[in-house]
Every structure is written in C-alpha cells, then in structure tokens.
C-alpha cells in the first residue's frame, strides 16, 4: 500500500483555508467541508459562485496532480459538452499552489464546481445505467490521444495489477477474494495480452458521477485515480459500484452496453468486465479493511466495504463464466 494510502489527510482549519484562498484567489468564501477518501476538500461558494479547494494527501505527487489539471484541459478542448471540473489559476497565475504545515509540504488546487445530483442519490433504471455508460464512453473518447508520465504508475486501484492485491490481502478475506484473483488469472488473464489500453477515469463510482433531473448522466469529479490501463476497465469499475447497491444484472449489462455503443469493446474485453468488476470490489474490500485501522474516524473509507463483501459472498456461488457469456450476448443483442 503506498504511501499516500498510509499517510493522514490533510488537517487546515477552515480559518487557514479562508486565508490562503482569499491571499492566493483573491476571493473571501464561505467553507464547507466535504468528506475525502484521502486529501481535505472544501467546497467554497462566493457571491453565489461555487467553487472546490483540494488539498491533496502530502505523499501525493505533485505530477499526478498536474496530469489530472492536464486531463481536465484536454477533454474540455476536444469535447465541452462533457462537464467536468476545470482548474483555476491563482492571482499569480499557478493552477497548483503549494502550502506548508509543520515542517511538511502540500499542493493544493482549486477547481470550478460541477453542480447536479449524485447517482447515488437516485433509483437506477436501464435508461440510467446505459446512459453513464455511454458518458464514461464519450469521457474516454474525450481522453484519447492524451499522455502523461504520471499515469503509468503503480497503483492499487488498478485493478489490472493483481499482484498489488495480492500483496496487500488481509487475513479476514483472504480466501473469499483469492477465489475471484484464481478466477481471474484461470477464465481471462491469457486473453488481456491484446486488450487495447489508453488513460481512463477509473473511479466511476456513484459518489462521482452527476446526473440531471431526468436521471441522465450529466458529469463526474475526482480524477484523482486516472491510470493508464485497459479500457475495459473504465465501464467495469462503473458497474462494481452498481452492482454493489443493486443486485441487478440488466442494470451493469446496460452500462457495459451503453459504454460499447460509444467505444465498442471486442468479445474477449467483454468476458472480461465481470471479472474486473468483482476484482474492483476486492480491492475495495482489501483497502476499506486496512485504512480503516489506520484511520478509523474516516467513515467514507469503508462506505462500500460491506456490500461489497455481501455482494463478492454471493456472487462466488454463481457460475462466473456463465454469468460473463451472459454479458456478452446482452450487449451485443
């Protein structure tokens, strides 16, 4: 688990926060803070304009930050009907700011903000799934052709790197998630060789995802778990936080379907998305149990560990392969 897994979030008064927004943006908000799985945000509201200040985990590199203000460019070049947070530049002219506590350095941005519903706030449908899986195919369309040195980079929440799982497995689950890696590395681990990789969002959970008021993907926030790394892996991840709260097949088979009418996905990737969607539900497992430990008044660290459990308990009952060709055979319909 890397650093910036172990290491405390970030800890600035809402007084000290004001200070360096109004010195550095010349702005004089009102704060609310708002839950982080890692770093400390707030979002700030001047003048009935809203804003997000992110203060990133101090172990955090700043190139990662950089390759998501990048991202965040790019895609509003290529595609500005895709809404999603952009970076504002300080008095000075700097889209990363750079703050120092106790001896101890943080990079700090500030982005506008992206209003709308969450989709956890709301009953899916079909219609709805499809339809954030065709946003996250448009997202993905809207990324192709970007590069950056960050985005190769050894990161748990990939879950194509099923050796970081390993290595990182805790006793309680052990034999429940080593079940779903056999089974991953047995029915689709010869196949990944020729999957087509790009950057992806890779965390298009349902704390991100924004709809409108007919249920209709809008946009989504946090890039801070762009990777790069299979594609298929972008509608899969969607589907895990899916699947967690609604025990629905049509609702994932919709999404994938939705993503393959915007990015069409080869046979062999589409066996593979139930796979990668149980293996991101371990990964969930694995770092909700071991972060919690660490900082157990963090309730937004293990918001999905237990369904997820339920859900991985359940589904190792099923016929895997079957429920994959399944898949296959809706979306391609």
């Known amino acids: 688990m890397s650093d910036v897994f172990k290491n405390p979030p970030p800890a600035f008064s809402n007084d000290y926060v004001f200070d360096i927004i109004k010195k550095h943006y010349n702005i004089s908000p009102s704060l609310t803070p708002l839950v982080s799985d890692r770093d400390q945000n707030f979002k700030i509201t001047e003048g009935g304009k809203s804003h997000i200040f992110k203060i990133a985990n101090s172990a955090e590199s700043k190139s990662v930050l950089e390759m998501q203000n990048s991202a965040l460019n790019y895609i509003s070049k290529k595609d500005d009907s895709i809404e999603i947070p952009q970076p504002v530049k300080t008095i000075d002219g700097h889209d990363i700011l750079s703050i120092e506590s106790t001896n101890t350095k943080y990079h700090a941005r500030l982005l506008t903000y992206v209003d709308g519903v969450f989709l956890k706030d709301v009953k899916p449908t079909n219609g709805t799934t499809f339809s954030v899986g065709k946003f996250l195919g448009y997202l993905d369309k809207g990324l192709v052709g970007f590069d950056h040195r960050a985005a190769k980079r050894e990161f748990i929440w990939d879950v194509s790197q099923v050796s970081l799982l390993e290595s990182n497995l805790t006793k309680d689950d052990f034999d429940l998630i080593t079940f779903f890696i056999n089974s991953f590395k047995h029915d689709i681990s010869s196949l990944i060789n020729d999957f087509p990789k790009t950057i992806i969002h890779n965390d298009g959970n349902d704390h991100n995802i924004l709809v409108d008021s007919l249920n209709r993907v809008k946009g989504i926030i946090d890039f801070g778990d762009m990777i790069h790394s299979f594609r298929v892996i972008e509608p899969s991840v969607a589907m895990a936080y899916i699947a967690i709260e609604n025990n629905n097949f049509e609702l994932i088979a919709s999404l994938i379907k939705g993503y393959h009418s915007i990015v069409p996905l080869s046979m062999d990737e589409l066996k593979a998305a139930i796979y990668f969607m149980c293996l991101r539900m371990c990964v969930s497992i694995t770092m909700s149990a071991k ?18 459990r339920k859900f991985l308990i359940k589904m190792r009952e099923q016929d895997i392969q079957n ?6 055979d809706y979306v391609r319909s």
Request: aromatic share 8%; proline share 4%.
């Open 323 to 328: 429920m994959s060709h399944e898949l296959v």
């Open 291 to 308: 972060r919690k430990i660490l900082f157990p008044e963090n309730k937004y660290i293990s918001i999905s560990e237990e369904n997820a």
